[in-house]
């Protein structure tokens, strides 16, 4: 059975920085594409960060360029969400979400994936 677990969440300062940590089991996150994405009140669901498979390519949304990594680790069968430089209009429930779909190009429409964590909170504020 699919599963992806989310953790690394919490509360931080403006500027601060959090690992978000996507914890996959039953397939190996290598093969699959994998993205970030996150969910604020109100506010529809937006992609922060997506690897393709075999994680040669990386897109990340303009709001987060500079300050946010993406990365897979292979050998742990992980993918994470390295978030510096925090800001204020970062707070959200961040999803780690993975498809199957072999592309040369990175997916960053939430509709094209088929497996979706639980999610994580992550709370910004002074």
């Known amino acids: 059975q699919l599963q992806l677990v989310e953790s690394g969440g919490g509360f931080v300062q403006p500027g601060g920085s959090l690992r978000l940590s996507c914890a996959a089991s039953?397939?190996?996150?290598?093969?699959?594409?994998i993205g970030w994405f996150r969910q604020a009140p109100g506010k529809e669901r937006e992609g922060v960060s997506c690897?393709?498979?075999?994680?040669?390519?990386?897109v990340y949304a303009d709001s987060v360029k500079g300050r946010f990594t993406i990365v897979k680790d292979n050998a742990k069968n992980k993918v994470y969400l390295q978030m510096n430089r925090l800001k204020p209009e970062d707070p959200a429930v961040y999803y780690c979400?993975?498809?199957?779909?072999?592309?040369?190009?990175?997916?960053?429409?939430?509709?094209?994936?088929?497996?979706w964590g639980q999610g994580t909170q992550v709370t910004v504020s002074s």
């Open positions: 690897i393709n498979n075999f994680g040669g390519e990386t």
């Open positions: 979400a993975a498809d199957p779909v072999q592309t040369s190009y990175v997916i960053t429409s939430f509709p094209e994936y088929e497996y």
């Open positions: 039953g397939f190996t996150v290598d093969s699959y594409a």
